[in-house]
Each structure stands twice: as C-alpha cells, then as structure tokens.
C-alpha cells in the first residue's frame, strides 16, 4: 500500500525515538503534590520563554483556554474575541459551561480584530444591567484564518485600548511557535501584552499530549486551583512532560520547514483549475483553499483514495496542514496527486 500523506492537523504527529527516550528515562513524581521534578522544569522552561512568572502544564489547549477565562472572570462577564475563534467554534460551549461568561464576537479580517472594532463593544461600567467586558481574547496564529499570523503592531494597539478600559487580555497561543519562527518575533515580546497566554506542545512540536498556560504568580497559582477542580490534576505526569520539554527544546526551529513545505502546496494549488487560492495568506503551516469545480466531499473521497487525508475548512473549502511527519518528498508526491484529482 502506497504512504497515506495526512495534512488534516498537525496534531496527528507522532513522538520520535529520541522523545521516546526522553519520556521512557523521564523523573517522575506526585505532581498534584507539586513533586514531578520533570513537570517542574517544564514549566519553568516555558515560563522563561514566554516571559511570564510562572506556568502550569495542562492536558488540552482547550482546558489551558478556559482555566484562563475562568480564572480572570467571573459568571456573568463577557469576553469579546474574533468570530472564528477557537474558544467560539471548537470549545464546546465552555465558557458558558465552566465560567458562566458569555462571548461578544467581531467579525475580523483574517482572524484580527482592530480597536476601532473593539471599542464600541466594551459595555459601560455604569451599565448595571448588562454584562461586565473583562477580557480581550486573541488567537495567534489564526486557525480558522489560515494560520494567519496576527500583526504585533495591532496586537500592540488593542493592548493601549484593553489598559484605557481596565480589561485583562487573553492570547491563544495554540500554535504562536508558529507565528514567532516565521514573523522572527520571539514568543515572550507577543505574550508580553498579555495577562495570560496558552501554548501547545502537540501540534508542530510534535508531543503527543500536552499545553501550557502562564502569566503572573497569582493567576498560575488560582489556575492551579481550577485545573484541579475540573479534573485536570494528574499524577506521575511527567512522562508526558518530558516529551513537551523534549519538544520545546528541539522542535521549535525546524517549524520552518513545515512553513516552506506549505507554501510550496500553495503555490502548486495556484496553478491548478477548479481551486481558488490567497497564497499571501499562507503566513505558516496551514493551506486554505475554496474548491469551485467539485463538491468538497467529492474531492475529499477523491484525494483519500489517491494518499492524502485532508479535512473541511468550510462549506467549500479544504484545509492542509503541513507538520513533521511530513517530509519534502510526501509534499512532491502530494503535488502530483493534486494534479490528478483536479485536472481529472
């Protein structure tokens, strides 16, 4: 059987032998008790690269999302966040689950929101009858976007307006590895304008579980409490933590090739009929395109049947997503595939 070539997420990939290895001689202890040396270390080494006091490893990005609402709401307030979100699309409707909050959502461009935007949405203090605004949320890079990485300049610009309002700021950070290799601003300088931000290890870096969240001591320190309560405290973690630290000190440079293997999909989906394509969105390692000549469901059963799983971006488009298990010969091969399907 030829190789299946899977550019559905970049969650699929799977540990190498060397973090294999790493995770087989991690030390490991009661980290409910705060006594896994290796989850210690893990959090210490994210802290520092984010800048931040202090962080707390988690099982999902999801959770690492909502502990941080949670933790800088209370029920009733609203968060206001870009239309596609993650923490609007794919959480399950947690932030009214957990938090008791609500979301005020903005149609961005390409996954920014702008201040001009933002302002009229922050309620009134004295407005005792409605929700109280008490966080900006931002997810860079942009999954539903395309991977689109989030201007610093904007970033900078809805931080002066969140402190003129007296608002905390949130930053899904899911795949801001992404956005730091190919934009060469470093993770702390984006998460310095926020009061916390959640990072993943099991997408481009390759571990097989695992996020992170971080901010001041006394916001880790209250997350602590809310993971715990939510069932997210674990025990021997450090396991898995071994394969996040392994990741974060190895995996995080390399992300350029997968940026380079998705721009070189791209630019061979230009060329192809039936396909519509904005190459220039293609900022990192995920590949947007509307299908115009098929059925998206066709060409889905189509390139599965020739070696590559994709997935849905729409109602008719199709999402790559380029990530390590990927190699440069399975993007030729992918290219030739694509040929076949859309010139057929």
């Known amino acids: 059987m030829n190789r299946i070539i899977d550019l559905r997420s970049d969650t699929v990939t799977k540990p190498s032998a060397e973090m294999r290895k790493a995770m087989f001689d991690a030390d490991v202890g009661d980290d409910v008790y705060r006594e896994d040396p290796t989850v210690n270390k893990l959090q210490d080494y994210t802290a520092e690269l984010l800048g931040k006091e202090a962080a707390l490893f988690v099982p999902t990005g999801l959770m690492g999302n909502q502990i941080c609402l949670n933790v800088l709401t209370q029920p009733g307030d609203e968060v206001i966040c870009e239309r596609t979100a993650h923490i609007f699309q794919y959480e399950s ?17 390409k996954g920014v929101i702008i201040p001009e935007q933002i302002e ?38 809805v931080k002066a307006l969140a402190d003129k309002y007296n608002l905390y700021m949130h930053l ?9 290799v190919a934009s060469g601003i470093s993770p702390s300088e984006y ?23 971080a901010g001041d001591k006394g ?31 190895n995996n995080i440079d390399r992300l350029k090739e997968d940026h380079d293997k998705a721009r070189l999909l791209a630019d061979h989906l230009s060329g192809l009929p039936g396909i519509e394509i904005e190459k220039e969105y293609v900022h990192t390692n995920i ?51 694509l040929t076949k399907v859309f010139t057929d």
């Open 93 to 109: 409707g947690t932030p009214a689950k957990l938090s008791g909050i609500q979301l005020n959502l903005i149609n961005g461009n």
């Open 120 to 157: 009229p949405l922050i309620r009134p203090e004295s407005a005792y009858y409605m929700p109280r605004t008490k966080v900006i949320e931002i997810e860079n890079t942009h999954n539903v976007a395309g991977g689109t990485i989030i201007p610093l300049e904007e970033i900078k610009r």
């Open 172 to 180: 899904d950070g899911a795949r801001l590895w992404n956005a730091s």
């Open 191 to 213: 998460a310095g304008f926020f009061d916390t931000v959640s990072v993943c290890l099991s997408k481009g870096l390759g571990a097989p579980v695992g996020s992170l969240i």
């Open 219 to 249: 916001v880790i320190e209250e997350a602590f409490r809310v993971r715990k309560a939510i069932g997210g405290g674990m025990r021997q973690v450090g396991i898995i933590a071994a394969a996040g630290l392994y990741a974060l000190q």
């Open 287 to 337: 590949v947007m395109f509307r299908v115009t000549g098929k059925k998206i469901d066709v060409v889905l059963t189509e390139l599965k049947e020739n070696g590559i799983l994709a997935g849905p971006g729409g109602y008719d488009v199709i999402r790559f997503v380029t990530h390590l298990d990927v190699s440069f010969e399975d993007i030729d091969a992918a290219k030739e595939i």
